[in-house]
């Protein structure tokens, strides 16, 4: 598996990869959110204790999948993920992303299944 580590934009739900809940094993992990902040009636020491477990479990996944018949799946983990398309009128890393996905879905050849 492929995995890079980069800063997506994420609000207050979450997708992740997590193969354990049905994630397809052959599933890439691109990307995830970064910083998540703990709810703000954490504080003190019930924020030392729930930091290692929500780094772990609370962030958004960029993941990209092939699937047997031919097609994909791309997702962003964040419905705050739209809200980044127009940042800098649209000359940022979400909205270069996108398009790339775009393109490559909306071409006619059928992506290769997963081995």
Known sequence: MTKLTRRTSAGDEFDRLDYEAGTPRHALHLAKSEGTPLPTWATGQLTEQMRGDYDNKN???????ETPSGGAVFSVGSMAYIGALNHKGFDNDIAKITTNVLRRFSEPQPFKAPI
């Open 59 to 65: 962030f958004a996944s960029i993941i990209f999948f």
